[in-house]
């Protein structure tokens, strides 16, 4: 349950996030607020969200969006000096408290659903790990070609779900 107070959220008990959202940030404050409105827009809002700043110039503006939410779910972890990409989202995940961990790059946004489908997914595959992309662009793009048997039905079968189906 989420509960609204002066326009700041709080999760209760019932409603303890089990996903962590990791956003990377490079020079990327001018893309950032979109980026989590889009993660506050999740149907699914039983979220957190750490915002990696890797040591970027724009420091102060990523601060400045991430203040501007006053939401509790999100959080700042700055890196001393720039290490990349890779080590900003391990740093995220390190960082995060919860089962699942949902990587996105502060260029990209999810879709509502977003959060919600990926966990679905993963609690259906069975699998201690679970890959995601953006299937409806998979398979437009690569339709016979370089996707596993399997990746292929797994993909199918959240469209079918999704009411995508070809």
């Known amino acids: 349950m989420i509960q609204s107070a002066g326009g ?9 996030a089990d996903v962590t ?7 990327h404050a001018h893309y950032l607020e979109e980026c989590l409105t889009s993660v506050r827009a999740q149907t699914h809002a039983a979220w957190k969200a750490i915002v990696v700043d890797d ?12 203040e501007r939410f006053a ?4 959080r ?21 408290d919860t089962e699942l961990v949902l990587p996105l790059d502060s260029d ?3 879709a509502p659903v977003a959060r919600r ?23 437009v793009r690569y339709p016979r070609s370089w996707l596993a048997p399997e990746t292929r039905r797994l993909v ?8 995508n189906t070809p």
């Open 117 to 139: 489908r990926a966990g679905d997914a993963y609690r259906a595959s069975g699998s201690d790990a679970l890959a995601l992309a953006q299937y409806e662009e998979l398979l």
């Open 108 to 110: 990209d946004r999810l």
């Open 21 to 27: 959202i990791v956003i990377p940030c490079y020079r």
């Open 71 to 74: 939401d509790p779910r999100i």
């Open 156 to 163: 199918q079968e959240l469209r079918a779900k999704a009411g």
């Open 55 to 66: 040591c970027s110039p724009d420091e102060q503006e990523i601060r400045k969006v991430v």
């Open 76 to 96: 700042i972890v700055r890196h001393e000096v720039n290490r990349g990409l890779g080590a900003s989202r391990n740093t995220g995940i390190r960082a995060s």
């Open 8 to 16: 700041k959220v709080a999760l209760t008990q019932q409603a303890q």
